[in-house]
């Protein structure tokens, strides 16, 4: 089974503050995402790897950065965390080819800055 | 600009009843469309559509796609409590690796 694990399941921090979010996927995927989910806007692409050291900003990139040293682990950065970063943020995996694959979800982080 | 639109938003419904949800696209090239199921955490996969007028099926849910009309529907007969969730919908391109989503339906099944 496909496992993706996120580092927390709910955070708290305050305006300003450096945020880490990390993600690790144990199927050997060259692809990971991170979303942010918001009620009334579904799922939107923040940033997205498709192998170590490479990455492309998705739908939202300001106020985000990523990090993909290892091929397991795709961290979100938050450099100054503000009110309007408050949300649940997921992290996926998927396997790249020439075919069309699923991505396999993490459980989530809900974030609040306060 | 890429476009995927779920309808309804929300729904309530009782157990026993019959759903259907809609997805409609408009994406350039086109490769998959994918349904999830997202209950507490974790958006978990359902099916994977890629050609037109083939009915993926498990247990009561079921999904078609529709590649001229630009829209899917899945199905879920019989519901059940436990079919209370969020239902995204989600585009894949040809061009790339990445998901464009709907805003997702809302499900309610009461007793």
């Known amino acids: 089974d496909v496992k993706v694990t996120q580092s927390s399941r709910y955070l708290v921090k305050r305006t300003g503050e450096k945020v880490f979010l990390e993600c690790v996927q144990d199927?050997?995927?060259?692809?990971m995402f991170w979303y942010r989910q918001d009620p009334g806007l579904g799922l939107r692409l923040i940033y997205f790897?498709?192998?170590?050291?490479?990455?492309e900003k998705g739908d939202i990139p300001e106020g985000y950065s990523v990090s993909r040293e290892k091929k397991e682990r795709f961290s979100l950065i938050l450099e100054s965390a503000s009110t309007n970063q408050t949300s649940m943020y997921l992290c996926?995996?998927?396997?790249?080819?020439?075919?069309?694959?699923?991505?396999?979800f993490g459980p989530g982080t809900r974030l609040t800055v306060t | 600009e890429d476009k995927v639109v779920q309808s309804p938003l929300s729904l309530v419904v009782h157990e026993g009843d019959t759903v259907t949800l809609n997805c409609s696209y408009e994406?350039?090239?086109?490769?998959?469309l994918l349904w999830y199921k997202q209950e507490k955490k974790a958006p978990t996969f359902l099916f994977m559509l890629?050609?037109?007028?083939i009915e993926k099926k498990s247990g009561r849910l079921s999904s078609i796609l529709d590649k001229k009309e630009l829209f899917s529907i899945l199905n879920i007969t019989a519901t059940q409590t436990g079919d209370s969730a969020i239902y995204l919908c989600?585009?894949?391109?040809?061009?790339?690796?990445?998901?464009?989503f709907g805003t997702g339906t809302r499900l309610a099944v009461r007793p």
């Open positions: 996926a995996s998927s396997p790249r080819g020439q075919g069309a694959y699923e991505q396999y």
């Open positions: 199927m050997d995927h060259e692809n």
């Open positions: 994406v350039t090239n086109f490769r998959s």
């Open positions: 890629t050609s037109s007028g």
């Open positions: 989600a585009v894949e391109k040809s061009s790339g690796d990445k998901l464009t």
């Open positions: 790897s498709y192998d170590v050291k490479m990455k």
